[in-house]
Each structure stands twice: as C-alpha cells, then as structure tokens.
C-alpha cells in the first residue's frame, strides 16, 4: 500500500476520479479495475440516526481497542466526553446536533474502523481546522491506515508534503503527471495546511488515557435511561404539542370545532334522506286512491 495524493484547483475533476474509481461515472473508453475493497470519505459528511458508536461501528464487530485508538486518531475523544452519554448520544438525521467538522470526524472513524484495502478520501480535512487536521493526518492517514493504499484528494499542496506522489489535474480534467511531492511544494505559498509544522501540544499525551477512561462506564445503564426512558418521555410530552400546532395551523380550535359541525351534519342528513325515502314508500305502499276504492265495490 502507498499514500497517493491528488492535487488540483477547485472544478479540475479531482472527485470526478474518486467517482470513476467507486463506478459511479459512465465509462466511454478504457478499463477501471481494483484489487480489494474500499472504503470512501465524501466531502459532504454521511450521519445516519442512531449513537455515535452505531455511526463508527457500521454493523462491524465492537472491537474495544481498535474503537478506541480510531476515536483517539480522528480526535474524537474530547467531544465525547462532552456529550452527556458519550458515545451512545444519539444524533439525529444528518447528525443534525453536531457540528460539521464532528459530522466528517465521524465519517472518517468509520471508513478506518471498517479496515478496507484502499481508501478514497476526497478532501475529508477541509471541515476541519489545521491543528485537528494535521493530527488526523499524523495519527489516522500515517499511522492507523500504514500499510493501506490511500488516495487523498485536496487542493491544499502542503498538507501532501508525506505523500510519496502528487498527480496534478489541470483545469480541463486531464492529468498533467506525476512526480514527487516536493517538486511541487517548492514555491508554493499555500500555507493553509503545513503537515510538518510543529509536533502536537504537550498536554495532548496527558489528556489521551483521561479521554479514553471515560468511554468506559455503564453503557448499558447510560442506554437504557437514554433510548428507553427519555425516549418515551419525550414522545409523550410532544404529542399534545403537535396536535396543538397542528390545530392552530389550520386556524384555531374554533375552525376545527365548526369543519367538524358541518362533517357530523353533512353524514346526518345522508342517513336521515336514506331513512326518509324508506319511510315514505312503506307508507304510500299502503294507502289507495278513493277511485280505485269504488271501482272495486262495483265490480
């Protein structure tokens, strides 16, 4: 496996690739083949409903000390320790209730955990600031996903300084050539994301195993009290609220009461016509006219 970096201004094709690569893009002319699985990081976060360890775990097996240096890698272990049930806080569709740099953190966790063969990242850092970012690329890309064969696409050319090779995309989508990376970090003045800046803050060692500590309490207890209790407490405290939104939408209790008059009336007066046309023929049925009455007692 090797780190290979796609570099290029914004519209040059750089995810076009990534979707040729997935087979998402119609093939006109030539071969796209791959040997393994992969494993893909849009640029736009994936969060489906449910905890942050459904999200990460995706159906694989709970493995704790994998979870746990991915959650470490992709710097995820301070938020979590934030969020009042850690990492079995449910979040929403869309991961709504995070923020958006959480929401691609969370994304990347769960391509890593997965442990595929290659690995399509179409510029996962750009949610992130530069200190996270560089971490992520130290801690995940480097160390975690060694071994592995990444493609990284940005258009940040520092942050491909450790990147064996940098094939640029020129402005009509064609590649323009591969060659190593420092030939095209010399003059560049994009300093937005230097991966060799200085190493990580002192206090970031002290703070991993307390993080990491806390991901270890009464999960069970912390999910039966979220998606049991609270669950149904909050469905029963919305209900009413919704119906009373609803009501008042539609223009008021008053409104309401008075469609509802007129629905009552409207079905009232359709049985009363069927019972009166039912009453009105058994009783003409019955009665004869004074001319057939003579008529008869002449004959």
Not at 142 to 157: C, F, M, S
Not at 166 to 183: E, M, V, W
């Amino acid at each position: 496996g090797s780190l290979l970096g796609v570099c290029g201004n914004v519209g040059s094709g750089k995810s076009s690739l990534i979707s040729a690569l997935l087979g998402q893009m119609n093939l006109q002319k030539g071969v796209v083949a791959a040997n393994g699985s992969f494993a893909f990081v849009s640029q736009q976060a994936w969060i489906f409903h449910g905890t942050v360890r459904e999200n990460v775990l995706f159906g694989k097996v709970y493995d704790e000390g994998r979870y746990k240096n991915v959650l470490e890698a992709c710097c995820l272990l301070q938020d979590l320790a934030i969020l009042p049930f850690g990492d079995l806080t449910e979040i929403g569709d869309r991961g709504l209730n995070l923020s958006g740099g959480q929401k691609q953190r969370i994304s990347i966790a769960r391509a890593v955990y997965s442990d595929q063969d290659i690995y399509l990242l179409d510029d996962p850092l750009s949610a992130v600031d530069a200190h996270v970012g560089k971490h992520i690329f130290e801690q995940c890309v480097k160390k975690i996903l060694r071994g592995k064969t990444v493609i990284l696409v940005t258009h940040q050319l520092q942050c491909s300084r450790e990147k064996k090779q940098i094939p640029p995309s020129s402005d009509t989508g064609k590649l323009d050539g591969t060659s190593p990376s420092s030939t095209w970090l010399n003059g560049s003045d994009n300093a937005a994301f230097d991966m060799t800046d200085e190493t990580n803050d002192s206090t970031e060692g002290n703070t991993k195993n307390a993080k990491a500590m806390q991901l270890d309490g009464n999960h069970e207890k912390a999910q039966h009290e979220q998606l049991t209790k609270d669950e149904v407490n909050k469905s029963d405290s919305t209900s009413g609220k919704i119906f009373h939104y609803y009501f008042k939408a539609g223009g008021g209790y008053m409104l309401f009461l008075f469609v509802l008059f007129l629905f009552i009336l409207m079905i009232g007066c359709t049985i009363f016509n069927g019972w009166w046309l039912g009453y009105w023929i058994q009783q003409g049925a019955g009665v004869s006219s004074p001319d057939t009455t003579n008529a008869r007692s002449h004959l």
